[in-house]
């Protein structure tokens, strides 16, 4: 092992060289290796036998807790934390940090019996029951009252242990509810939204099929086929209403812990569920942290390298992996495993998107539960798993690389936006069952990938200071304020393209009675004519096809550009009607694609426009099977390397560099990769 230290030197030995960021609690050295452990589950006499195989697997840091509540206050008001202080002491002897998870995801029995108030109901009316997790009504004042109580005991007990160096709020928030007095929140935060009903009648049109409201009360609570008003201002208040619940929790923590010790969230659902804004909720923790599994099949390299680069996009920081699958998961149609070498690709992946710390769930199979099935580290006898020697090496590939990955992050000339109303206005109303916005955002996320090789996914409101190229596609809710800001972007020497169904509607939801792209057709000098779903792929450009769905444009400007049009179609809608309209703006130029291309047009589409903005690739000759990630810091870059592809590959390296997964230390100028294949490499210093 190239260094083993104890938790305070690996923790907190960096303070002083970083009391001019922002955040004190950084991960000082990345990445780091760990795992969701459990001793509640399992006898104390196995926990030295556990950390010690997580110490020879060069492991670091472990989560605990989250699922603990009826261990660590069996009955109200009975606190048993002897336990966990006991656990957390013995990981520390092993050089392992600790991450609390607060266990608010699943209340005890006792709660749920006692206080059946505080069970969640769903949208068909049905009352949750104890026995599985999530039955908790996260709007409840009560239930949030109880989870305080419990969050305050666990802050003043571990607080100020430094062998703590972090907390996760509950787990994976999930599930809103839909009981009379949640409901009751929800008219009062639009009543506090819109002040007057006239204002929300005129919003939501809701003339419209006699659904005038002359009382809050008369204003129903729905999340699929409503007013489209309506189901976005309850994905507005769900946000909200987690966020408080996650806030509630957060205020109790810093009242006793150490700006040392960070405070996170896992977000599940893949990264990409859509039950809240994402932007929204990450906003009041220190670091954003998600659940990164494959499920069924394998490594699909540009999605899982997309998804990554959406979580750093939510705070425009590097984040944790919390969990990953240790080689198959339980919940999948067909939960095969990995294959061998792609869990560390796998892992090596998210460190190359900006993640600084790889936590696996879970470290043991359970004897019972619901998760039986699930991956592990370890079997029910306690024994590895044939994974165990991959996660071993990875661990070792970890502490070879630390040096040169502490303090580095990704950067990227080249940003896609993204916007919560976006999604959900087009998901109350796709118009065509195939228009998967995740796929759609691959589309576009994919080729530029390949060109630029670092892409940020970030949200429409940020701050787009320093970008050559922005892409938007699907951008559905344009505000006004947001049309100021991409003008202003524009003008001042950016370049935008805007994907099809942008700027169809505002921000309440309502069409934009300037037709597609809203507020920014002026700036385009032209705007869409008609949209359709399409059946079948139709002729576009050079011999070329689109498909999924089509809008043709109108040139409204001298000085606006027919880039792409249309073929002949049997119905005769499209037949040589503009399908792309670009137009120069002040020192730049904005652009509109009505359609989605093949994939050949789409790359030479965005690389032609990513060229004309002067976005330049990191290196310009890279195998289609190798993935190139960079991580920049103040002494330099590092380069990871990963072949995605069935064969081995082979690189020419763009000057001399070091391996540092190699052990011979070796200057080399070319990488022969196996399948799964990793390097990690920093350029030869210049004599």
């Given amino acids: 092992m190239i260094f083993k230290r104890t938790i305070l030197t690996l923790i907190f030995l960096f303070v002083a060289a970083t009391e001019a960021q922002t955040h004190l609690y950084l991960t000082p050295h990345a990445p780091l290796l760990g795992s969701a452990w459990y001793p509640e589950q399992w006898p104390e006499l196995r926990w030295d036998a556990d950390l010690t195989l997580m110490e020879q697997a060069h492991m670091n840091v472990v989560r605990v807790g989250e699922f603990a509540w009826s261990t660590l206050e069996p009955t109200e008001g009975h606190y048993e934390l002897d336990w966990l202080d006991r656990a957390i ?28 108030e505080t069970l969640g109901m769903n949208a068909d009316g049905h009352l949750r029951e104890h026995g599985n997790r999530r039955q908790f009504n996260y709007a409840n004042p009560k239930y949030r009252e109880l989870c305080a109580q419990i969050v305050t005991q666990l802050a003043r007990r571990f607080g100020s242990n430094p062998d703590v160096i972090g907390w996760q709020i509950g787990n994976e928030y999930t599930d809103e509810s839909f009981d009379p007095a949640t409901k009751a929140q929800f008219q009062q935060y639009l009543h506090d939204k819109y002040k007057t009903l006239a204002n929300l009648n005129n919003h939501w049109s809701t003339a419209y099929w006699s659904q005038t409201y002359d009382r809050w009360d008369e204003i129903p609570m729905e999340n699929t086929g409503g007013n489209p008003g309506l189901l976005l201002d309850h994905k507005h208040f ?168 502490t303090g580095t992050i990704p950067r990227s000339d080249v940003a896609i936006l993204y916007d919560y109303d976006s999604r959900w206005a087009i998901d109350f109303q796709p118009h065509t069952k195939h228009y998967d916005q995740e796929q759609v955002l691959l589309r576009f996320y994919t080729p530029l990938e390949h060109f630029a090789q670092s892409v940020d996914v970030i949200e429409a409101n940020a701050d787009l200071d320093g970008y050559k190229f922005i892409v938007a596609p699907s951008l559905n809710v344009i505000s006004e304020f947001l049309a100021m800001k991409l003008i202003a972007y524009v ?170 997964l190699d052990d011979s230390a070796s200057t080399v100028t070319r990488i022969d990769l196996p399948t799964q294949g990793v390097a990690v490499l920093i350029p030869e210093p210049a004599r």
């Avoid at 092993?94 to 019996?113: E, F, N, S, Y």
């Avoid at 919940?331 to 460190?351: H, K």
């Avoid at 079948?536 to 400007?557: D, F, S």
């Avoid at 993935?627 to 000057?655: D, F, V, W």
Wanted: glycine share 10%.
């Fill in 238 to 405: 769900v946000t909200a209403t987690w966020r408080s619940f996650q806030r509630a929790q957060i205020d109790v923590l810093r009242r006793y812990i150490p700006s040392t010790q960070f405070i996170t969230s896992n977000i599940g659902g893949l990264g990409w569920s859509d039950n809240w804004d994402h932007y929204t909720i990450t906003k009041d923790l220190d670091i954003a942290s998600w659940d990164d599994y494959v499920g069924e099949g394998h490594l699909d390299a540009a999605k899982n390298a997309m998804l990554n680069d959406f979580v750093r996009g939510w705070k425009r920081e590097n984040f944790w992996i919390m969990e990953t699958q240790p080689g198959s998961v339980n919940w999948a149609p067909v939960n095969n495993p990995l294959a061998r070498g792609e869990t560390r690709a796998l892992a090596w992946q998210t460190i190359g998107h900006g993640s600084d710390a790889v936590l696996y769930w879970q470290w043991r199979d359970a004897l019972n539960g619901q998760e039986q099935y699930h991956g592990a580290i370890l079997g029910p006898d306690g024994k590895p798993l044939p994974l165990y020697p991959e996660l071993q090496q990875l661990g070792e590939d970890f502490e070879k690389t630390s040096a040169a990955l």
């Fill in 491 to 660: 003008n001042a020497g950016g370049h935008l393209l805007l994907g099809p169904r942008s700027g169809m509607k505002d921000e309440y939801n309502a069409l934009n009675p300037q037709r597609q792209p809203g507020p920014l057709a002026d700036s385009l000098g032209g705007h869409v004519d008609q949209y359709y779903a399409l059946e079948k792929p139709v002729p576009v450009g050079n011999n070329e096809t689109a498909g999924i769905w089509a809008e043709t444009l109108i040139p409204t400007a001298p000085d606006t550009h027919i880039d792409l049009r249309y073929g002949k179609t049997d119905d005769g809608w499209l037949d040589d009607q503009p399908a792309m309209i670009s137009r120069p703006l002040g020192k730049g130029s904005i652009a509109y694609l009505g359609t989605l291309p093949d994939d050949a047009l789409m790359t030479n589409i965005l690389t032609s426009a990513a060229q004309s903005a002067d976005v330049q690739p990191i290196w310009k000759t890279i195998p289609d099977s190798i993935e190139l990630c960079r991580r920049t810091g103040p002494s330099g870059s590092a380069y990871i390397l990963i072949n995605h592809g069935p064969k081995p590959s082979q690189l020419m390296l763009p000057q001399p560099m070091r391996n540092l």
């Fill in 89 to 116: 002491t013995l990981a520390a002897k092993h050089h392992i940090a600790v991450v609390i998870g607060t266990p608010t995801d699943a209340p005890p029995a006792w709660l749920t019996t006692k206080y059946s």
